[in-house]
């Protein structure tokens, strides 16, 4: 079973989310976002911005709600930009948390404004996180296996 193991920096809590998790109609609906590199999702309040990674298999988004900008996601899903990709979360955030073990990996780095954010927006964005990394290694690994 393919997991994308989720770690939130501020915290260091990580969780398990298994490919099954997202349905493929949802990685549909996000896919033209991913691929634009920007858009206002749907009816919603959420502005994905899509941000080039280290090197080839990571990349790095951001999630903005109702203009303002509360996350910064950072991914690897192949081995070969495991490091240098991490390298770019611990220099941009300056956190202490141990690397993820396997890719693929996102971590999420929470900006200072979501003081502001109420625990719903908090509760929507990890679902969103997790479905936008999926589309983002669905759309770019091609479904193909995600080493190398």
């Known amino acids: 079973m393919q997991t994308l193991e989720h770690l939130t920096l501020l915290t260091g809590h990580r969780r398990n989310s298994p490919?099954?998790?997202?349905?493929?109609?949802?990685?549909?609906?996000?896919?033209?976002?991913?691929?634009?590199?920007t858009g206002k999702i749907g009816k919603t309040a959420w502005t994905l911005k899509m941000v080039q990674g280290a090197c080839p298999?990571?990349?790095?988004?951001?999630?903005?709600?109702?203009g303002i900008w509360l996350f910064s996601c950072y991914m690897a899903w192949k081995t070969t930009a495991d490091l240098p990709m991490w390298g770019v979360v611990t220099e941009l955030s300056k956190t202490s948390v141990t690397k993820p073990k396997t890719v693929p990996w996102l971590a999420v780095h929470i900006m200072p404004q979501v003081v502001d954010a109420d625990l719903n927006i908090m509760?929507?964005?990890?679902?969103l996180e997790r479905c936008i990394a999926w589309t983002v290694i669905n759309t770019m690994a091609g479904n193909s296996p995600l080493a190398a």
């Open 57 to 66: 298999g990571s990349c790095g988004f951001t999630l903005h709600h109702a």
């Open 123 to 127: 509760k929507e964005a990890g679902d």
């Open 19 to 37: 490919r099954r998790e997202v349905h493929p109609q949802i990685i549909e609906y996000l896919k033209p976002y991913v691929l634009n590199g």
